[in-house]
C-alpha cells in the first residue's frame, strides 16, 4: 500500500517536471533568441546524461594501517621481503621494505610468513548477469534478440545478491568488470564493480571508471543468428555487421557535432545503440573484444583503423600467441585464460604457454580472466599454471612480474589503472594478505581490503559476508571447520 | 640437467617404442607418493609394464637407472567421470552421450573411444595416465561447454530416452592402438533434477520407474528362455537394456548416481539398500551434510572439491569443505577434474591441492586422484598405485603434484615412457618466437 502511493506520488512530481521544463523551452527562448541552444527535455541531449546511473559507492569503514613483516608483491614488478605497505585514509601511502617509516596512529597489521599484493581483478566477469543460482528467471546477460545490442547496458542486469560476489572476495578479488554475453556482435556496455556487498548496484559501482563495449567475433554471433536463418550467419557476415554499425555511429555523431556547432534545424533523436558507440568513437568506451582468433584480432584491428577508434582488450584471446607482436605493437591488452580450450573450433589452439607468450615482447599486456563464478575464486592459481607453464618453454618468468596479469595489467585492460591494480603510493587501498605465496595452491586469502577497508577476513566470521540468497538456505551458519566435521 | 636427460630419453623412446618396456627401471632419490603412503628417498622399479618393486633399496643391477633426486614420484591420475578419448572437440559433437529412442542402459562408449584422440596427450602432459569414461547425460558435469555467455541465445539442452545414460569404461592413456582396459565397468544413471527431468519431470516418478525398472531386469533375468520363446508379459526396456542392467541388478556392477542435493543423496542411499545394488554417488555437493550416512552406507563418491556455488537449487549447500568433511567421516572419495575431464582433465591434481588448502590431508588428496579411483571401479593393486604387482603408470614430477608451478616430467604408462609431446607444445614451439619470420610459420614443424 505504501509504496504503491509514493510511486503515484513521484510519479505525479516527475510529470509536472517534465511539463515546466518542456513549457519553458516552447514559450521562452524558442521564439527570442533563435541562434541559442534551445533546452532539449530531460534525457533527450546524451551530452547530459552521461552518468545517469550515477555510483553511490561509499566504501566499507576503514582505518590507517601499516602492514609489515611480508613479502609483497607490489604488482608494478617489485618483489620487497619484510615489506611494509601504508594505508592511510583508503588510499597507499607508501610501500618500502623494512626502514619504512610508520606513521602515528596506524595499527600495525603483522603479516610475517604471509604475502602482500595489490587486489585482484578479474576483468571478466558476469556475476550478477548470470548469477547462481542459474535457474529460470536468473539468466540475464545476453539480449540476444538482435545482433546489435549496444544500447544495452550490463549494470541494468546485475543483481547484488548474486553470491558468487562473496566467494570472488574470499579469493581476493577486489574490482570486477561485469560484461554482457557474446551472443551478439555488440552486446553492450560493461561496468566496473567494487567487489563489496551492496543492497543496490549502483552501491558497488566504481566511482569514475569508463563504461565500455562488449564486442563478439566468430562463432557465437554467427552460431546464434544464423541458427535463426538471419545475420549474421559467417565471418563475413560479423564484420559486415559491425562495419554498419561503425557507419551509422559516424553518422549519428555528425549529426551531433553539426547541430552543437551551429544549433540549427531540430537536433537528431538520441538513440541509445548509438551514444554507445559514439563513446567508442570519441575514446570514452572501451572496446572489451570478445576474440578467440588471431586472423579475427588483425581483421578487428584493421576495422578499428578504417572508422577512426581504438581496441582496448581481447577477451578469451586463445590464438593471442600467434599475434602477439602485433598486438604489443597495437598496445592492446589480451585477457586469457591458462587452461581453457578445445570447448569448441576457435578454441581448438588453446595452449597453456599463450599468457606467457604475450607477455613476452615489449609492451605486452597479458591478463588472465575468469569468465567463470568458479574460476575467479582462484585466478591466482590460474596466473600460476600459465607462469609453470611459460618455465616449462624455457623462459624466465618471476612471480612479482606474474602478478601484474592479474592486477596492474588487469587494471590497465578496463582503464582503471590509474586508480588501482598496484601498491604505489596514490592509489586505492586495494590490498589481499595472502597466507602463502599466492601462486601456491595452498594460499588462501586471509584478509581482503577495499580502499583501506576490511571486506573480507578468514578468521572472522563478523568479515565473511552473506548475501540474502545465502540466508536459511541448507548450510547456511556452518563455519568452514563445522563443514569439515559434516555438520554432526 | 635432469629434465634434459628426461627429454633426450623420451625421444629415444619414441623411436624405440614399447619394446623398452621388456627392460628393467628403476626409479631413484625421489620422495615416493605410493597412493598410500610416502617413502623418502625411494627406489621404484618396473620391469614388464608392472611394479616389481617400491622401497628404499638401491637400483637393481643392470637396470636403467632414471635419477629422481629431488623430484616427487606418483603413481599416474586416474581421471574420473571423465569424457577422455570420447570427445575432440566439444561443441562438435562427441561419442559420450545417446539421444536413441531405443536404447538406454546398453548404450556403451567403449566402442567409442579413439586412441588417437589430440586430448590424450595433453592429458598426460597432467600427469594423467588412466580414466574412467562416461556416457553424458543433462546432469552430468560434461554436458555443457562452459563458455556460458551465449546462455539465453535459445541453445538447446539434450535428452537421454531413458533413466540411464548407459556404461562407463576404463581407459589407459599410453600411445599406441589400444587403449581400452575395460569395457562395461559401471552403470551410469542420472539422479535429482536431471533425473526427474528424464522420467518426466519429478522426483517421485523417477524412484518409482526405477523400482519399477529393476523388478523388470529380475523377472527377465528369471525368465530368459519364456521371453525369447515371446512367453513372458511385455517389458517396458529393450532386451539389450534388460540386458546390460543384469549385472546391476545383481549387484555386480556399480551405478555412478549423478546426485547433489542431501535428500536425494539419503533417497538414493535407502533405494540402494532396498534393491541390492552397488552405488557410487557423483557430485554429492551436498554430501557433507549427510557424510555419515554416506559413510555408513559404504558409498563412495566422486567430487569435485571447487564446487561451492548454488548453480541451481539442489546444490545450495555447495561448500569448499565437501572432499574433506568427506573423507573425515570415512568415504571413499575420488576427486575430480574439470568441464567433464576432457579437455582440462590435467587440472585434476590442482582440484585435489584445493581440497587440502580447505582440510583434506595431503596424502588423502593424492589418494583420491591415484589409489582411491582403482579402487572404487575394481581395479585395487592393479594401477592407481606404486606396489609390487601394479602395471606401471608411473609419473616424475618436479615438485609436489597438487601445486601448479609443478610440472610433470616423466609419464610411464604400463611401465613405458611416453613422449612429453603434444599438439598444444608443437604449436608452442611454432609460435614461441613470435611468428613473424621470413617463412610463415606453417613451415615449422
Not at chain 1, 601456491?440 to 576490511?454: K, M, N, P, T
Not at chain 2, 525398472?213 to 528369471?222: C, G
Request: proline share 5%; aromatic share 6%; hydrophobic share 40%.
Amino acid at each position: 500500500m505504501k509504496s504503491v502511493s509514493l510511486l503515484g506520488v513521484s510519479l505525479a512530481a516527475l510529470a509536472l517536471c517534465a511539463c515546466a521544463t518542456t513549457g519553458s523551452s516552447d514559450s521562452g527562448e524558442a521564439t527570442e533568441a533563435p541562434r541559442e541552444r534551445k533546452a532539449m527535455a530531460e534525457g533527450l541531449d546524451p551530452a547530459t546524461v552521461a552518468d545517469p546511473y550515477p555510483s553511490t559507492y561509499r566504501g566499507l569503514p576503514r582505518e590507517n594501517m601499516a602492514i609489515v613483516g611480508g613479502t609483497v608483491f607490489d604488482g608494478a614488478g617489485r618483489r620487497i621481503e619484510n615489506g611494509v605497505v601504508i594505508l592511510t585514509d583508503g588510499k597507499i601511502a607508501a610501500v618500502g621494505d623494512a626502514s619504512t617509516p610508520v606513521p602515528g596512529g596506524h595499527r600495525v597489521v603483522d603479516a610475517r610468513g604471509r604475502f602482500v599484493t595489490p587486489g585482484i581483478i578479474d576483468v571478466h566477469s558476469h556475476l550478477g548477469v548470470y548469477p547462481s543460482p542459474g535457474v529460470t528467471g536468473m539468466s540475464d546477460g545476453n539480449e540476444a534478440t538482435q545482433p546489435n545490442t549496444a544500447e544495452v547496458w550490463a549494470e541494468h542486469s546485475v543483481w547484488p545478491q548474486d553470491p558468487g560476489f562473496n566467494t570472488a572476495r574470499a579469493g581476493g578479488v577486489t574490482t570486477l568488470h561485469i560484461l554482457p554475453g557474446s551472443a551478439n556482435l555488440f552486446g553492450g556496455r560493461g561496468v566496473t564493480l567494487r567487489n563489496v556487498p551492496s543492497v543496490t548496484m549502483q552501491g558497488m559501482k566504481f566511482p569514475g571508471a569508463p563504461y565500455t563495449v562488449k564486442m563478439a567475433c566468430g562463432e557465437n554471433p554467427s552460431r546464434v543468428y544464423g541458427n535463426r536463418n538471419s545475420s549474421p550467419a559467417t565471418g563475413m557476415g560479423n564484420m559486415a555487421g559491425y562495419r554498419a554499425a561503425f557507419i551509422s555511429a559516424r553518422d549519428y555523431k555528425e549529426k551531433w557535432d553539426k547541430w552543437r556547432e551551429t544549433g540549427e534545424g531540430t537536433p537528431p533523436t538520441r538513440n541509445l545503440e548509438l551514444d554507445t558507440l559514439v563513446g567508442v568513437l570519441d575514446g570514452s568506451i572501451l572496446i572489451q573484444n570478445h576474440c578467440y582468433r588471431g586472423d579475427e584480432m588483425a581483421l578487428m584491428i584493421d576495422m578499428s583503423r578504417e572508422f577512426g577508434y581504438r581496441i582496448t582488450t581481447f577477451h578469451h584471446a586463445t590464438e593471442a600467441y600467434k599475434v602477439a607482436p602485433l598486438l604489443a605493437r597495437e598496445n592492446i591488452c589480451a585477457a586469457m585464460w591458462t587452461g581453457w580450450w578445445g570447448f569448441k573450433m576457435e578454441s581448438l589452439d588453446g595452449i597453456e604457454e599463450n599468457v606467457a607468450l604475450v607477455d613476452a615482447p615489449e609492451g605486452g599486456c597479458a591478463v588472465v580472466h575468469s569468465d567463470d563464478a568458479e574460476l575467479t575464486q582462484r585466478l591466482n592459481q590460474e596466473a600460476a599454471a600459465a607462469v609453470a607453464a611459460g618455465r616449462r618453454a624455457g623462459m624466465t618468468i618471476t612471480e612479482e612480474h606474474a602478478i601484474s596479469w592479474i592486477t596492474s595489467n588487469a587494471a590497465r585492460a578496463i582503464g582503471i589503472d590509474d586508480q588501482t591494480g598496484s601498491l604505489e603510493a596514490g592509489k586505492r587501498a586495494d590490498v589481499v594478505i595472502w597466507s602463502a605465496n599466492p601462486f601456491s595452491v595452498y594460499a588462501r586469502a586471509d584478509q581482503v581490503y577495499v580502499d583501506g577497508g576490511l571486506a573480507f577476513d578468514r578468521a572472522d566470521p563478523n568479515f565473511q559476508p552473506l548475501s540474502d540468497f545465502e540466508l536459511g538456505q541448507p548450510g547456511h551458519g556452518q563455519t568452514a571447520a563445522g563443514v569439515r566435521q559434516g555438520a554432526r | 640437467m635432469i629434465r634434459r636427460t628426461l627429454l633426450m630419453a623420451a625421444a629415444v623412446m619414441a623411436v624405440a617404442g614399447p619394446a623398452l618396456a621388456q627392460e628393467v627401471t628403476a626409479i631413484v632419490g625421489g620422495r615416493v607418493h605410493t597412493g598410500t603412503s610416502v617413502i623418502e628417498n625411494g627406489t621404484v622399479v618396473m620391469r614388464d609394464g608392472r611394479i616389481v618393486s617400491v622401497g628404499t633399496g638401491g637400483a637393481p643391477s643392470g637396470a636403467r637407472v632414471v635419477n629422481a633426486a629431488g623430484k616427487v614420484v606418483t603413481p599416474g591420475i586416474v581421471a574420473v567421470d571423465s569424457g577422455l578419448g570420447g570427445s575432440e572437440v566439444s561443441s562438435v559433437g562427441d561419442d559420450l552421450r545417446n539421444a536413441s529412442n531405443t536404447l538406454s542402459a546398453a548404450f556403451d562408449v567403449s566402442y567409442g573411444l579413439d586412441p588417437w584422440s589430440i586430448t590424450l596427450p595433453t592429458a598426460r602432459l597432467g600427469g594423467v595416465t588412466r580414466a574412467v569414461v562416461v556416457p553424458n547425460h543433462p546432469g552430468s558435469s560434461g554436458g555443457h561447454y562452459h563458455e556460458e555467455d551465449t546462455a539465453g541465445a535459445g541453445q538447446g539442452g539434450f535428452h537421454t530416452p531413458g533413466l540411464f545414460a548407459g556404461q562407463a569404461a576404463v581407459i589407459h592413456l599410453g600411445q599406441g592402438t589400444e587403449i581400452l582396459v575395460r569395457p562395461r565397468v559401471a552403470m551410469v544413471a542420472p539422479f535429482g533434477d536431471a533425473g526427474a527431468g528424464v522420467a518426466g519431470g519429478a522426483r517421485g516418478a523417477e524412484f518409482t520407474l526405477f523400482k519399477e525398472t529393476m523388478a523388470e531386469v529380475r523377472l527377465y533375468a528369471r525368465n530368459r528362455a519364456a521371453y525369447e520363446r515371446g512367453n513372458l508379459r511385455d517389458l517396458s526396456l529393450s532386451r539389450a537394456d534388460l540386458e546390460a542392467l543384469i549385472p546391476v541388478a545383481e549387484g555386480r556392477m556399480p551405478l555412478i548416481v549423478t546426485v547433489s542435493r542431501a535428500s536425494d543423496i539419503l533417497q538414493v542411499l535407502r533405494l540402494a539398500d532396498e534393491e541390492n545394488i552397488r552405488v557410487i554417488l557423483d557430485g554429492a555437493e551436498e554430501g557433507w551434510m549427510v557424510a555419515d550416512q554416506i559413510a555408513a552406507a559404504r558409498v563412495p563418491v566422486l567430487v569435485n572439491p571447487i564446487t561451492n556455488l548454488p548453480g541451481n537449487l539442489e546444490r545450495r549447500g555447495a561448500r569448499m569443505q565437501n572432499a574433506a568433511a568427506l573423507h573425515a567421516a570415512g568415504v571413499v572419495i575420488a576427486i575430480k577434474g574439470n568441464e567433464g575431464s576432457i579437455h582440462r582433465a590435467r587440472e585434476t591434481r590442482y582440484n585435489a591441492g584445493n581440497a587440502v588448502s580447505h582440510g583434506l590431508p595431503h596424502d588423502a588428496a593424492i589418494a583420491a586422484i591415484t589409489s582411491n579411483p582403482a579402487r572404487i571401479f575394481g581395479f585395487d593393486g592393479q594401477f592407481g598405485t606404486l606396489a609390487a604387482g601394479a602395471e606401471a603408470d608411473v609419473v616424475i614430477w618436479s615438485g609436489d603434484p597438487l601445486e601448479p608451478l609443478t610440472q610433470a616430467e616423466a609419464v610411464f604408462v604400463r611401465g613405458v615412457e611416453q613422449p612429453m609431446t603434444a599438439r598444444n607444445l608443437l604449436l608452442r614451439d611454432r609460435y614461441r618466437q613470435g611468428g613473424e619470420g621470413a617463412y610463415p610459420p606453417a613451415y615449422g614443424r
